[in-house]
């Protein structure tokens, strides 16, 4: 019983830093769940990953006005982060490039930026703490500004939620019927860049995105519905934060990519035996049914 | 009788380039107009029009007192991401989207509603199919019970019984030909001519320009077919501004 005990709760019982990372791990689930399956179902799981670099820039100029400063490093990449989306949205609407070609132009200029920035003004341990944050750092501030953003994150969605699938689904119908949806869009962008921001001075901007888009792609392989799926996606976000942060306490580990590694386990287990077309299930079909 | 739609020396196209071309006329409130005519003659583009999904190059669309909220549109190429996990009742509940609008829920009275369209168009059963599972005219009869929902006074199909079952297409014309009976207006680009003789009073001859525009039997004569099909001259890219305008 101690032994059970001693490996999965007294890390969190006896730590404070685990515990505190616990709560930030969960509150990011909580928030980027549901964006990972919609970014997902909308097909633009390389989104997330792209905005992280694009925040990069914004997060190093924060750095190097007022060192590891939460409010400015936090302030620099949420503006970083809108200018791009917005930009490339505009360029996408009123050029002939698309979105995703606009927004490769754009991130990939921003993430040079900040490269350059933090290189010629930081140390490479600064650097590292940018890419790769600290799961194992934060301070109240930080939890407070992480679970502001899930608030948020949760009550908007929730407002936007319909336009979002319907826009996928049949974005035609949606435009005959409703303005919303381009309103809709940048709220969601918007989104996306604050949980990335409130994830990057955990996981860095990089992992920031992995607590998003495993998640989801784990949900895929286990239900058709689109509230099951962000369900799953939460618990397998909250899950993947636990078993990360006791991984890490154990083998020592860096933490952040730890929780990522064990969302990445159970991806691998999903695309292997999920319930919805997992391989498993079609290497060993079972015989058709009579209607 | 009210008009439902009128064009004003209307010309639509794209890059500057018409694809309708000084049409004039109007659709009396009521009507079951096919517009008919080949490949390229501008059909689609009049329906796009219609619905202000483009704006005209010269001349205007007035809609009368319809507003925009009560028209119904079926475009031709689908935007419609298969893919996705919606399940049929969720696709023909967003008919009712005029009255839920972003937020709002249904009430029990709609759910009534929502089943008997569905059962009109003979998907029982289908209710909570994901629409991936759907065959073309499965789809389509979906689509029509979500235009059934919409209770628009002006309905714009185009081509909606391409590439479908005779069956189907029985079952989605006795639907048109319901709206027809309840005074909806209703506006359909259609492929297949004997369709179009036996079922559609009136009918526009498109052809870039309008050939013939009236009651079915006398548009579509062997005349003014072989008309249509000259008329339909190739996209030029080195066109001149339309000498008509200046006149």
Same mark, same amino acid.
């Given at each position: 019983?101690?032994?059970?005990?001693?490996?999965?709760?007294?890390?969190?019982?006896?730590?404070?830093?685990?515990?505190?990372?616990?709560?930030?791990?969960?509150?990011?689930?909580?928030?980027?769940?549901?964006?990972?399956?919609?970014?997902?179902?909308?097909?633009?799981?390389?989104?997330?990953?792209?905005?992280?670099?694009?925040?990069?820039?914004?997060?190093?100029?924060?750095?190097?006005?007022?060192?590891?400063?939460?409010?400015?490093?936090?302030?620099?990449?949420?503006?970083?982060?809108?200018?791009?989306?917005?930009?490339?949205?505009?360029?996408?609407?009123?050029?002939?490039?698309?979105?995703?070609?606009?927004?490769?132009?754009?991130?990939?200029?921003?993430?040079?930026?900040?490269?350059?920035?933090?290189?010629?003004?930081?140390?490479?341990?600064?650097?590292?703490?940018?890419?790769?944050?600290?799961?194992?750092?934060?301070?109240?501030?930080?939890?407070?500004?992480?679970?502001?953003?899930?608030?948020?994150?949760?009550?908007?969605?929730?407002?936007?939620?319909?336009?979002?699938?319907?826009?996928?689904?049949?974005?035609?119908?949606?435009?005959?019927?409703?303005?919303?949806?381009?309103?809709?869009?940048?709220?969601?962008?918007?989104?996306?860049?604050?949980?990335?921001?409130?994830?990057?001075?955990?996981?860095?901007?990089?992992?920031?995105?992995?607590?998003?888009?495993?998640?989801?792609?784990?949900?895929?392989?286990?239900?058709?519905?689109?509230?099951?799926?962000?369900?799953?996606?939460?618990?397998?976000?909250?899950?993947?934060?636990?078993?990360?942060?006791?991984?890490?306490?154990?083998?020592?580990?860096?933490?952040?990519?730890?929780?990522?590694?064990?969302?990445?386990?159970?991806?691998?287990?999903?695309?292997?035996?999920?319930?919805?077309?997992?391989?498993?299930?079609?290497?060993?079909?079972?015989?058709?049914?009579?209607? | 009788?009210?008009?439902?739609?009128?064009?004003?020396?209307?010309?639509?196209?794209?890059?500057?380039?018409?694809?309708?071309?000084?049409?004039?006329?109007?659709?009396?409130?009521?009507?079951?107009?096919?517009?008919?005519?080949?490949?390229?003659?501008?059909?689609?583009?009049?329906?796009?029009?219609?619905?202000?999904?483009?704006?005209?190059?010269?001349?205007?669309?007035?809609?009368?007192?319809?507003?925009?909220?009560?028209?119904?549109?079926?475009?031709?190429?689908?935007?419609?991401?298969?893919?996705?996990?919606?399940?049929?009742?969720?696709?023909?509940?967003?008919?009712?989207?005029?009255?839920?609008?972003?937020?709002?829920?249904?009430?029990?009275?709609?759910?009534?509603?929502?089943?008997?369209?569905?059962?009109?168009?003979? *998907?029982?059963?289908?209710? &909570? @199919? $994901?629409?991936? =599972? +759907?065959?073309?005219?499965?789809?389509?009869? #979906?689509?029509? /019970?979500?235009?059934?929902?919409?209770?628009?006074?002006?309905?714009?199909?185009?081509?909606?019984?391409?590439?479908?079952?005779?069956?189907?297409?029985?079952?989605?014309?006795?639907?048109?030909?319901?709206?027809?009976?309840?005074?909806?207006?209703?506006?359909?680009?259609?492929?297949? *001519?004997?369709?179009?003789? &036996? @079922? $559609?009073?009136? =009918? +526009?001859?498109?052809?870039?320009?309008?050939? #013939?525009?009236? /009651?079915?039997?006398?548009?579509?004569?062997?005349?003014?077919?072989?008309?249509?099909?000259?008329?339909?001259?190739?996209?030029?890219?080195?066109?001149?501004?339309?000498?008509?305008?200046?006149?």
């Amino acid at each position: 019983m101690t032994g059970i005990y001693g490996y999965l709760i007294a890390p969190f019982a006896e730590f404070e830093f685990m515990r505190r990372a616990f709560v930030g791990a969960l509150a990011l689930a909580i928030g980027a769940g549901p964006l990972g399956v919609m970014l997902m179902l909308r097909r633009m799981s390389l989104m997330g990953d792209a905005m992280a670099h694009a925040i990069l820039p914004g997060a190093a100029i924060g750095f190097v006005v007022s060192g590891l400063s939460l409010f400015a490093m936090t302030a620099g990449g949420l503006i970083a982060g809108f200018v791009v989306a917005l930009l490339a949205g505009i360029v996408a609407r009123t050029t002939e490039l698309k979105e995703d070609a606009s927004l490769a132009a754009f991130f990939l200029v921003s993430l040079a930026v900040g490269v350059t920035i933090v290189s010629m003004r930081g140390t490479s341990i600064d650097l590292l703490h940018i890419l790769f944050g600290n799961v194992l750092a934060l301070d109240d501030q930080t939890l407070l500004l992480i679970a502001a953003i899930t608030s948020l994150t949760l009550a908007v969605f929730a407002l936007i939620y319909r336009p979002l699938v319907v826009e996928c689904v049949d974005p035609g119908f949606l435009r005959s019927v409703s303005r919303a949806g381009a309103p809709a869009h940048i709220a969601f962008l918007a989104l996306v860049v604050m949980n990335l921001v409130g994830g990057f001075h955990a996981l860095g901007t990089l992992l920031a995105v992995g607590i998003m888009m495993v998640p989801a792609a784990v949900a895929r392989f286990w239900t058709r519905d689109v509230t099951t799926m962000i369900l799953v996606a939460v618990g397998c976000g909250i899950f993947s934060g636990y078993a990360g942060l006791l991984v890490s306490f154990h083998g020592g580990a860096p933490a952040g990519p730890a929780i990522i590694l064990v969302a990445g386990v159970l991806y691998v287990g999903s695309v292997l035996f999920g319930r919805v077309g997992g391989l498993a299930r079609r290497l060993i079909p079972r015989r058709h049914l009579e209607a | 009788m009210t008009v439902a739609l009128r064009f004003h020396d209307l010309t639509l196209g794209y890059d500057r380039h018409p694809a309708v071309h000084h049409l004039d006329g109007a659709v009396e409130a009521g009507a079951l107009v096919a517009v008919v005519g080949p490949n390229g003659a501008g059909k689609t583009t009049l329906l796009k029009g219609i619905v202000g999904l483009l704006s005209p190059l010269a001349g205007a669309i007035e809609r009368g007192a319809v507003g925009p909220q009560d028209v119904a549109y079926l475009p031709q190429t689908l935007e419609i991401d298969r893919s996705f996990p919606i399940t049929v009742y969720d696709l023909v509940a967003l008919g009712l989207w005029r009255r839920t609008g972003l937020f709002g829920g249904i009430d029990r009275q709609q759910r009534d509603r929502v089943a008997a369209a569905i059962a009109t168009v003979g *998907l029982q059963g289908f209710e &909570a @199919r $994901i629409i991936g =599972t +759907l065959s073309g005219g499965q789809m389509q009869r #979906a689509l029509f /019970a979500r235009l059934l929902l919409q209770d628009a006074r002006l309905i714009l199909l185009d081509e909606p019984f391409a590439s479908i079952d005779s069956q189907t297409v029985r079952d989605l014309l006795e639907i048109v030909a319901r709206w027809h009976r309840e005074q909806r207006t209703v506006v359909a680009v259609l492929h297949d *001519l004997d369709l179009v003789r &036996a @079922r $559609i009073p009136q =009918t +526009l001859l498109l052809a870039r320009e309008p050939v #013939a525009w009236g /009651a079915t039997a006398e548009v579509l004569s062997a005349e003014n077919l072989l008309r249509a099909r000259r008329m339909c001259e190739a996209f030029d890219e080195t066109a001149e501004v339309c000498a008509e305008d200046a006149a």
